[in-house]
């Protein structure tokens, strides 16, 4: 009976980590849909959103080298997908925040590429992967809390989706308990309760500035009615998601 049970809830910690993982797929979607109709980055840390694609891109490293089940860590690899396309967004619609250096874009595609093909084939070696992992932990945390500041110091969200915040959360807590329950280790655990802690932060912000930010809409003379009303909608979908 005893076994049987313990089987129940493995199956079942495996059930919400493979529904985590198809999730994923979409988890970033409204943030990039945000900025493509929008054409603006405006509030958007783009060290914030740069740190989270390479945290993505170690936690693929550190659970492909590691030889964890790949449940645990699959996510990470459509979310680093979608966070370097909202760097690329970023990049590619700078004009509306202070102008990036040209040479910065092509060391962080270099960069990143590089790492991603490296540590796939072997080349880096494990005690660096695992070590850059348990750094990005707190890295990607700080990075979001950086995001936070900015907010905080604006008086808004701009362009950051609450709806992506809402999903990241929810997947953040699903992570905790199934590392828990499949003991996937203490950084990994960490790792999933600081993103948790972060991505509650920039959420609540969200949902507080959510008034002030449609009224800076509306008060700047050069946004139309028709952009006014497709903020507002846009706003409305990310809260009834």
């Known amino acids: 009976m005893s076994v049987v049970g313990r089987g129940s809830r493995a199956d079942g910690g495996r059930v919400l980590s493979l529904a985590v993982m198809a999730s994923a797929l979409l988890f970033r979607f ?23 694609a ?20 699959g996510e990470h690899i459509s979310n680093g997908s979608q966070s370097a396309l909202l760097v690329a967004m970023i990049y590619l619609y700078h004009a509306s925040v202070p102008p990036l250096a040209t040479w910065r874009k092509w060391c962080q595609a ?3 590429l590089s790492t991603c093909v490296l540590g796939m ?40 989706s609450l709806t992506t915040r809402a999903a990241m959360l929810c997947g953040n807590c699903v992570r905790i308990y199934t590392t828990v329950r499949n003991k996937a280790g203490v950084s990994i655990l960490f790792g999933h309760g600081s993103s948790a802690f972060a991505n509650g932060v920039l959420f609540a912000q969200c949902v507080w500035y959510y008034r002030d930010d449609l009224e800076n809409v509306h008060s700047a003379g050069a946004v139309t009615p028709m952009v006014a009303s497709r903020f507002r909608s846009g706003h409305r979908a990310d809260s009834d998601t």
């Open 30 to 52: 409204p943030q990039v849909w945000k900025v493509w109709r929008s054409k603006r980055v405006v509030g958007l840390n783009t060290l914030s959103f740069e740190v989270e």
């Open 54 to 73: 390479y945290g993505s891109l170690l936690c693929v490293l550190n659970g492909y080298r590691r030889g964890l089940p790949v449940e645990l860590w």
């Open 110 to 112: 270099v960069c990143f």
């Open 121 to 160: 084939r072997g080349v880096l070696p494990s005690r660096l992967i695992f070590l850059l992992y348990d750094l990005q932990n707190a890295a990607v945390a700080l990075s979001r809390l950086g995001q936070a500041r900015t907010n905080y110091k604006r008086g808004g969200t701009g362009q950051l």
